[in-house]
């Protein structure tokens, strides 16, 4: 397997593998195109979305700065908003449903680094996908970790810390994340 199978199916993987760094270098230099696109030219700024992730809605709108590794791996549905200074570390699939909003600062991570410090210091990583269903809200700076998957109707607290799936119908918040309440309460 290359290194990008492996990253791709959740296998441990050599980070600098020069396919990976190729990869996210052309990425940067993609993001640094778009993040210089003035806000105010929408269309243009969505086709370089659209270009950029593996797949998308017919409209999206993203704030400028947005980064991420690779971008092929991002996948939003209809209507998604991301607000400024978002940053979505793709090394695994991130699904957005219809309707999901990222309020600043939100970080979306499926990259991980193995606990064992000979390990990570070799430049061994895993990644786990990240799902976030219809009609998802992420506050402020929060954080959504490796593995989660978010139901419908999700609403994130600023500054929560995500490490663990919830169904729908919820607001979750603090750290690690944890149910606030229900959405019909």
Not at 18 to 29: C, I, S, T, Y
Not at 30 to 35: C, P, V, W, Y
Not at 129 to 135: E, F
Request: glycine letters at 10%; a neutral charge; proline letters at 3%.
């Amino acid at each position: 397997m290359t290194e990008l199978e492996k990253m791709l199916s959740g296998q441990d993987y050599f980070a600098s593998d020069k396919q990976l760094v190729k990869m996210r270098f052309d990425a940067r230099d993609r993001l640094d195109e778009i993040n210089a696109v003035k806000q105010s030219d929408v269309k243009k700024r969505a086709q370089l979305f659209k270009q950029l992730f593996g797949q998308t809605g017919k409209r999206l709108y993203i704030e400028s700065t947005f980064k991420c590794d690779y971008g092929c791996n991002i996948t939003v549905g209809e209507n998604f908003y991301a607000n400024f200074g978002c940053v979505i570390l793709d090394a695994a699939k991130v699904t957005f449903g219809d309707d999901c909003m990222l309020a600043p600062q939100v970080g979306i991570y499926t990259a991980a680094h193995p606990l064992d410090p000979v390990a990570r210091n070799k430049g061994i990583e895993f990644a786990k996908p990240i799902t976030l269903g219809h009609n998802c809200w992420v506050g402020g700076n929060a954080v959504i970790n490796p593995g989660v998957t978010l139901g419908n109707n999700v609403v994130v607290a600023s500054g929560a810390v995500v490490t663990k799936s919830f169904g729908d119908d919820l607001v979750i918040g603090g750290n690690p994340a944890r149910v606030i309440k229900s959405i019909h309460d």
